[in-house]
């Protein structure tokens, strides 16, 4: 039996690269520590299943994010990784700057 959402707020935390992601979502997506740190490893672990037992216990993968930093204008990286998040099982929710 999985719980319905795992909803990962990040709004609080500067996101200024992928390396920055990684180490916001590793503890509560319970990341082990052998994860790749990589757009391949991170679609893998969402989309794919089987590496973060704390995302596979759950239905939805919800990871919300402020409008900054990384996430601002047409970052390459940003556009790859926020494409990995399906919208359906996966979801990445990005906020405007209040």
């Given at each position: 039996?999985?719980?319905?959402?795992?909803?990962?707020?990040?709004?609080?935390?500067?996101?200024?690269?992928?390396?920055?992601?990684?180490?916001?979502?590793?503890?509560?997506?319970?990341?082990?520590?052998?994860?790749?740190?990589?757009l391949?490893?991170?679609?893998d672990?969402?989309?794919?299943?089987?590496?973060?037992?704390?995302?596979?216990?759950?239905?939805?993968?919800?990871?919300?994010?402020?409008?900054?930093?990384?996430?601002?204008?047409?970052?390459?990286?940003?556009?790859?990784?926020?494409?990995?998040?399906?919208?359906?099982?996966?979801?990445?929710?990005?906020?405007?700057?209040?």
């Amino acid at each position: 039996m999985t719980d319905r959402e795992l909803i990962v707020d990040l709004r609080g935390r500067p996101i200024e690269t992928l390396d920055d992601f990684w180490d916001a979502v590793s503890e509560p997506c319970g990341l082990p520590t052998w994860f790749g740190r990589n757009l391949d490893a991170w679609s893998d672990t969402i989309e794919t299943r089987g590496i973060s037992e704390v995302i596979d216990s759950h239905d939805i993968l919800t990871v919300h994010v402020v409008q900054r930093g990384l996430f601002t204008g047409n970052r390459p990286e940003a556009q790859v990784l926020a494409e990995i998040f399906d919208g359906v099982r996966n979801r990445l929710v990005v906020h405007p700057l209040a």
